[in-house]
Structure formats: structure tokens, C-alpha cells
T-cell receptor, first 115, second 116 residues
């Protein structure tokens, strides 16, 4: 079984300042980890994924995340927030195994960007 | 760029009625999924579908639910007798390859189901 905890339901930052969205996971297997973003009235879009090739993963729009096994964390960061980053962000885990596995989502973090 | 599409974007129905939510996955994808998100709650896995049969399903996916790929392009979720608690956003997703847990799942924009 696996689970995901997103530690903040809302994060508010000023435009141009760093973003940190926190995620902790638990998994009985070697997990695959993802961050998805959902803009209003849009579908879920993949930001980045951890595939065990490198612990620091770079994604789209300047986001990156670092897999830390010792801390069971996969926090999402961006050096400088942009107004267009305002959205809901989901940390997601998939158990190793076949592609039939459903994804396990965190509750989401609503990112607010202050002008 | 290919994308997953879903229709309708919003469905309103009366309690006890049957609804069918429709999805068109990306054309060369092999695995298909349904998820739901009740307002204010997390996205939850319902079912996965491969080779014309259910691969996995969650506890939520009871006898009221069924899935079908009727014509090689559409992928449908049917709720036989809707309940108030079925009100949610329903997302369809697809992925191109089997056997890879780190495959990205491509999501549609969702159908908001409101049961009155």
C-alpha cells in the first residue's frame, strides 16, 4: 500500500520569490513519484516524474523536485514564482509493478501568487 | 499534440438515473483509467482497463459502476443508479505502455457530475 501527504493545503508567495511545495510519501515498494498541476477548468498536467535515474528531477516551467529516500520526501521547488504558476498541485505515487496500477494522489496544494 | 478528451464537461442528473460519461483516450495508448474527485477531497482511483477488460479496481468501484470500450476509440464509465454522493469531477486518463509504473498518465479535462 502507498500513501501521499501534502503538508500544506495552501501556499502563498509573492511573484519572483521561491516556491516550495512539500510532499511526503510511503510505499511498500520502490515508488514512482510524480507532480501534476491542475489549472482552473483544465485537466491534470504532468510537471515532472521520478524514475530512479536521478534524485533531482527537472520538469516543465522551471519546476524541479528532489527525491530523498531517507526522508521519504519529494518536495517541489521553483526559484522564482510567476503569476501563471497559480494552480492546484498534486503529489502522486505509483507502486512499482504493472501499468494497471492506479495512481495515489495527495490532497493537493493550492498555490497562490501575490503580485 | 494529442490529448484525452471527455464529454460532457458538465452533467446534471436526478438521483436514481443512469449516466454515461465518455472519454476518448489518446489513439495509440493501451491502458485506460477513471478517477474521481469529490469537491474538496483528493483524486481517487476508480478503475483501470486493458485489453478490453478491467485490470484493477478500487473499493469505490462497486456494482453500480461499469466501464466499456464500445468501439475502439471511446472509453465510457456508466453509473447505473446515481446517488447524491456520486457528485464529483470524473477524470479519464490513458497511458501508452504496459508494465511500467513510471509511465505518465495523460488526463482529460474531466466531467463534473452533479446529482440532484
Amino acid at each position: 500500500a502507498q500513501s501521499v501527504t501534502q503538508l500544506d493545503s495552501h501556499v502563498s508567495v509573492s511573484e519572483g520569490t521561491p516556491v516550495l511545495l512539500r510532499c511526503n510519501y510511503s510505499s511498500s515498494y520502490s515508488p514512482s513519484l510524480f507532480w501534476y498541476v491542475q489549472h482552473p477548468n483544465k485537466g491534470l498536467q504532468l510537471l515532472l516524474k521520478y524514475t530512479s535515474a536521478a534524485t533531482l528531477v527537472k520538469g516543465i516551467n522551471g519546476f524541479e523536485a528532489e527525491f530523498k529516500k531517507s526522508e521519504t520526501s519529494f518536495h517541489l521547488t521553483k526559484p522564482s514564482a510567476h503569476m501563471s504558476d497559480a494552480a492546484e498541485y498534486f503529489c502522486v505515487v505509483s507502486a512499482s509493478g504493472g501499468g494497471a496500477d492506479g495512481l495515489t494522489f495527495g490532497k493537493g496544494t493550492h498555490l497562490i501568487i501575490q503580485p | 499534440e494529442p490529448e484525452v478528451t471527455q464529454t460532457p464537461s458538465h452533467q446534471v442528473t436526478q438521483m436514481g438515473q443512469e449516466v454515461i460519461l465518455r472519454c476518448v483516450p489518446i489513439s495509440n495508448h493501451l491502458y485506460f483509467y477513471w478517477y474521481r474527485q469529490i469537491l474538496g477531497q483528493k483524486v481517487e482511483f476508480l478503475v483501470s482497463f486493458y485489453n478490453n477488460e478491467i485490470s484493477e479496481k478500487s473499493e469505490i468501484f462497486d456494482d453500480q459502476f461499469s466501464v466499456e470500450r464500445p468501439d475502439g476509440s471511446n472509453f465510457t464509465l456508466k453509473i447505473r443508479s446515481t446517488k447524491l454522493e456520486d457528485s464529483a469531477m470524473y477524470f479519464c486518463a490513458s497511458t501508452p505502455q504496459a508494465g511500467q509504473a513510471n509511465n505518465e498518465q495523460f488526463f482529460g479535462p474531466g466531467t463534473r457530475l452533479t446529482v440532484l
